[in-house]
């Protein structure tokens, strides 16, 4: 299994950014999806969830209605749009993948909102 994120990098309060995570190794339409991230001094969380199909999804109550997780089983990708950003919003946000009863994990992209 290999996840790969991109799309990180600095933004400003009320600004917006596009994670992807390319997967390989699995067969990614068969598999949950989810974002986390982690703050310095803090717990990783759970940001946002998508079920295989895509067809369900679900959000921590912090980013509800201004991020949506999305995926395109043909390109073995699955993505984060994230809007209205604010500066708790802060973290390393990482890719997870659950398969054949394992977690597998990307190794995380920077997101820094600051003015």
């Known amino acids: 299994v290999q996840l790969v994120e991109s799309g990180g990098g600095l933004v400003q309060p009320g600004g917006s950014l596009r994670l992807s995570c390319a997967a390989s190794?699995?067969?990614?339409?068969?598999?949950?999806m989810s974002w986390h991230r982690q703050a310095p001094g803090k717990e990783r969380e759970l940001v946002a969830a998508?079920?295989?199909?895509?067809?369900?999804?679900n959000y921590a109550d912090s980013v509800k209605g201004r991020f949506t997780v999305f995926r395109d089983n043909a390109k073995n990708t699955v993505y984060l749009q994230m809007n209205s950003l604010k500066p708790e919003d802060t973290a390393v946000y990482y890719c997870?993948?659950?398969?054949?009863?394992?977690?597998?994990w990307g190794q995380g992209t920077q997101v820094t909102v600051s003015s």
């Open positions: 997870n993948s659950y398969y054949r009863g394992r977690n597998s």
């Open positions: 190794g699995f067969t990614f339409s068969s598999a949950p």
């Open positions: 998508i079920g295989s199909a895509g067809s369900s999804t």
